[in-house]
T-cell receptor
Framework: GAVVSQHPSRVICKSGTSVKIECRSLDFQATTMFWYRQFPKQSLMLMATSNEGSKATYEQGVEKDKFLINHASLTLSTLTVTSAHPEDSSFYIC????????????FGPGTRLLVL | QKEVEQNSGPLSVPEGAIASLNCTYSDRGSQSFFWYRQYSGKSPELIMSIYSNGDKEDGRFTAQLNKASQYVSLLIRDSQPSDSATYLCAKGEAAGNKLTFGGGTRVLVKP
């Protein structure tokens, strides 16, 4: 299967700071990348869809000014959590779509964010 | 009614037995379906996709799709303790190319 990486894998920050998470497709060009959030013992919640070179599409209830998404190339998308607060603490996972099987999404390993 | 429904479990299965997981969906027009496995604290990993009615086999896994009845299932043969995880069913959305996930079924394989 296709390989997707995320960095960092874990981050602890103080309330009010901004955190940037990178998502890279390593062996294929990702036409679309997705950002999910998962709270403990809950299922994945899609936050936004990003297509290379265009603005991200956010799901209802997700603040686009708080969760900034940039998809500057076919292999890199970034999620910036601005002015993070403790309630933003969660497991953030990206996925990438593209490659040989264009419908399938391949997930990155996730980034665990803890805001103190 | 949720778009994709799964029994949350846990589904307890003895080692070596067959684990049977079910998933139902509400949109009759859905065309693509996926099964992902998620270990605790990890991200989902793709098991298989299925698009046509019938069975699709990959190793110890068999996915079954019945569009008329709007369900998709996953069978795990010769279950191993390492199969203990949460299994997520997802359907593809033509608009926006998104996936809609079910809540997942937790499977426990006991030695």
């Amino acid at each position: 299967g296709a390989v997707v990486s995320q960095h960092p894998s874990r981050v602890i920050c103080k309330s009010g700071t901004s955190v940037k998470i990178e998502c890279r497709s390593l062996d294929f060009q990702a036409t679309t990348m997705f950002w999910y959030r998962q709270f403990p013992k809950q299922s994945l919640m899609l936050m936004a869809t990003s297509n290379e070179g265009s603005k991200a599409t956010y799901e209802q209830g997700v603040e686009k000014d708080k969760f900034l998404i940039n998809h500057a190339s076919l292999t890199l998308s970034t999620l910036t959590v601005t002015s993070a607060h403790p309630e933003d603490s969660s497991f953030y996972i990206c996925s990438a779509r593209g490659g040989r099987t264009t419908e399938t999404q391949y997930f990155g390993p996730g980034t665990r964010l803890l805001v103190l | 009614q949720k778009e994709v429904e799964q029994n949350s479990g846990p589904l307890s299965v003895p080692e070596g037995a067959i684990a049977s997981l079910n998933c139902t969906y509400s949109d009759r027009g859905s065309q693509s379906f996926f099964w992902y496995r998620q270990y605790s604290g990890k991200s989902p990993e793709l098991i298989m996709s299925i698009y046509s009615n019938g069975d699709k086999e990959d190793g110890r896994f068999t996915a079954q799709l019945n569009k008329a009845s709007q369900y998709v299932s996953l069978l795990i043969r010769d279950s191993q303790p390492s199969d203990s995880a949460t299994y997520l069913c997802a359907k593809g959305e033509a608009a926006g190319n998104k996936l809609t996930f079910g809540g997942g079924t937790r499977v426990l394989v006991k030695p």
